[in-house]
């Protein structure tokens, strides 16, 4: 990843100050930006305690908030004007106010810690980009625990809370340890419901929370643990929209759970994560043919995610832009949580001589893809490869350079 000056440019910080004073009449008292994460291998496999590599870019979510002495929560968004306002002990879900639940279920989720807090106002600023699904559902989720522990701190762990942590000479936090980051992971993950007590961590939240500039974060969502590689070289990363909506909820993103977890039963283990393709094809008798399809890419992107250790250690950018490839080819051909929109945008990037790997990011069967691109020929890539999508397919669209950025702060 070239050091220079982005492509896409921060959101200003005061941008977020500025609409909650517009909606509040005065200043907020702490401000948080959460940026979003992007999948680069492990597609899929956080569902099934894999290894999943992915940045945090610099398109961030941001939280301005101010505590209130009167027991309650005040939200505010730009695409709500009247915003939502509750008792802090009224959190359960309003059907008039969806977009307000998944903050109400965190805050469940924290109190469930034993975390105290009180009231409080807050704006939520999200990025506007169509079609484009950068993990800012977690990050919003995120923005929201940090702004709150800004407000009312608190260390959380995964079963409870800690000693709260002090405020410098500047009234600054001690930052979040590993630790405390890999419990807001998991909690991140409870919010999905139907998930154990204590679950494995969410690698879009993981990755928001310990992303690095200039670096790729692998996360281990068996065991939590994190690791930095580093991205460095004439490379840049280009988002390349399908002009399909990204896919929402839980409908085929679980159906491929549930072939996934029927395979690891068939094969008496407690996770995909706990096999090898040896130990797969030699019980494939025991499986159908979606199961083992299913098994197959999972078993197989684990293992690109640990093949692109050595690689990325090394500046082997080419290769990896090859493991690129084979995981898009996987997903769409074993996993099948492809579609001709992301087939062809594949198809059409690769072809582009600036092109050293593509694939699709997130849930799939719509949405992006993801590319590795010569950082001195970004901008043809984007105008040629949008060109003939748009030739082929009577859509257009608008690729996203992103600049790999630090983790929330």
Not at 57 to 77: N, Q
Not at 120 to 138: E, K, M, R, V
Not at 167 to 172: A, E, G, I, T, V
Not at 377 to 398: N, P, S
């Amino acid at each position: 990843m070239r050091r220079q000056a982005a492509a896409f440019p921060d959101r200003p910080q005061t941008a977020v100050s500025q609409f909650f004073r517009r909606r509040f009449g005065f200043t907020p008292t702490y401000q948080v930006t959460a940026p979003g994460a992007l999948e680069l291998l492990g597609n899929h496999t956080g569902d099934h305690q894999g290894l999943v590599l992915s940045v945090a870019v610099g398109v961030h979510f941001e939280v301005a908030a101010s505590p209130r002495t009167d027991g309650r929560i005040e939200l505010r968004t730009p695409d709500s004007p009247l915003g939502h306002q509750f008792w802090m002990s009224k959190l359960d879900p309003d059907p008039g106010a969806p977009w307000a639940n998944p903050a109400k279920t965190l805050l469940r989720l924290l109190r469930g810690r034993g975390i105290i807090f009180g009231g409080f106002n807050a704006a939520l600023l999200s990025p506007s980009l169509s079609g484009i699904d950068l993990s800012h559902a977690t990050a919003a989720l995120i923005g929201m625990a940090l702004v709150i522990r800004q407000l009312y701190p608190y260390t959380l762990t995964d079963t409870g809370t800690g000693p709260p942590p002090k405020r410098d000479r500047l009234h600054r936090l001690t930052p979040m340890t590993m630790a405390e980051k890999m419990a807001l992971s998991r909690l991140c993950r409870l919010t999905e419901g139907n998930q154990p007590r204590i679950p494995f961590p969410d690698p879009q939240a993981a990755t928001i929370l310990c992303g690095r500039e200039f670096n790729a974060v692998q996360v281990d969502c068996l065991n939590g643990a994190v690791e930095h590689f580093s991205l460095v070289g004439n490379v840049g990363l280009v988002i390349l929209p399908t002009g399909l909506p990204p896919e929402k909820g839980l409908g085929p993103r679980a159906a491929l759970r549930t072939h996934c977890n029927q395979a690891a039963r068939a094969l008496g283990v407690k996770s995909l994560r706990n096999i090898d393709l040896e130990l797969l094809k030699q019980h494939q008798h025991r499986l159908s043919e979606r199961e083992y399809r299913c098994a197959y890419h999972i078993t197989k992107e684990n293992q690109r995610v640990v093949g692109a250790e050595t690689l990325l250690q090394n500046s082997l950018l080419q290769e990896f832009g090859k493991l690129m490839d084979d995981s898009h080819n996987s997903s769409s051909y074993f996993y099948q949580n492809s579609c001709p929109e992301l087939d062809l945008l594949v198809d059409l990037a690769t072809r582009h001589s600036a092109c050293l790997g593509a694939k699709l990011t997130g849930n799939g069967f719509g949405g992006a893809t993801v590319n590795l691109v010569d950082f001195d020929r970004i901008l043809h890539f984007q105008k040629v490869v949008a060109r003939q999508y748009e030739f082929l397919t009577g859509r257009r669209i608008t690729p996203l350079h992103c600049r790999v950025v630090n983790g929330a702060q």
